[in-house]
T-cell receptor
Framework: GAVVSQHPSRVICKSGTSVKIECRSLDFQATTMFWYRQFPKQSLMLMATSNEGSKATYEQGVEKDKFLINHASLTLSTLTVTSAHPEDSSFYIC???????????FGSGTQLSVL | AQRVTQPEKLLSVFKGAPVELKCNYSYSGSPELFWYVQYSRQRLQLLLRHISRESIKGFTADLNKGETSFHLKKPFAQEEDSAMYYCALSGGGTSYGKLTFGQGTILTVHP
């Protein structure tokens, strides 16, 4: 089956640094990918929709300048957490939409810890 | 606004007992409903989508538009069913894939 690779699976960084998370569709092209955030013991919250070749669409309350999304190719979307702070510590999950059969595939998630 | 509600945060049953995980939704159009399962330290896996009417691992779910519900059921729970279960909703068209998740239900199946 189709697979979405998300990297890294875990990252620890210092406050003020930037962290990039990659989401890659391995055997299908994904013009649309989604980024979610999950706090401990809570549900997934949609942050933004990543569109290949155009600007991402952010959900209300999500800072565009804080969470930079780039979808430069049909198989790769990246989420960069800029100037990370401890409150950005969370589990970030991406999903990719496979158009032909209208299916969604999730990455395995990235645990970000900001010290 | 679209919303998904899973009223039970925790659900415990014994092996072999029937299990029902509740899900209610609100959406102004025709939604697509999903159930996802997340085993410990693993990625989200699709369990069911209402449009395909598949049955995976013995689970079924029926969309009840009158009650705006999409409850997940299994007649005989197994220990390996212990996991976190999320009900989710997506709009159609260009919005397909933008999921609104419920709060999740942790299912524990005791031996």
């Amino acid at each position: 089956g189709a697979v979405v690779s998300q990297h890294p699976s875990r990252v620890i960084c210092k406050s003020g640094t930037s962290v990039k998370i990659e989401c890659r569709s391995l055997d299908f092209q994904a013009t649309t990918m989604f980024w979610y955030r999950q706090f401990p013991k809570q549900s997934l919250m949609l942050m933004a929709t990543s569109n290949e070749g155009s600007k991402a669409t952010y959900e209300q309350g999500v800072e565009k300048d804080k969470f930079l999304i780039n979808h430069a190719s049909l198989t790769l979307s990246t989420l960069t957490v800029t100037s990370a702070h401890p409150e950005d510590s969370s589990f970030y999950i991406c999903s990719a939409r496979e158009e032909r059969y209208e299916k969604l595939f999730f990455g395995s998630g990235t645990q970000l810890s900001v010290l | 606004a679209q919303r998904v509600t899973q009223p039970e945060k925790l659900l415990s049953v014994f092996k072999g007992a029937p299990v029902e995980l509740k899900c209610n939704y609100s959406y102004s159009g025709s939604p697509e409903l999903f159930w996802y399962v997340q085993y410990s330290r693993q990625r989200l896996q699709l369990l069911l989508r209402h449009i395909s009417r598949e049955s995976i691992k013995g689970f079924t779910a029926d969309l009840n538009k009158g009650e705006t519900s999409f409850h997940l059921k299994k007649p005989f729970a197994q220990e390996e069913d212990s996991a976190m279960y999320y009900c989710a909703l997506s709009g159609g068209g260009t919005s397909y894939g933008k999921l609104t998740f419920g709060q999740g239900t942790i299912l524990t199946v005791h031996p």
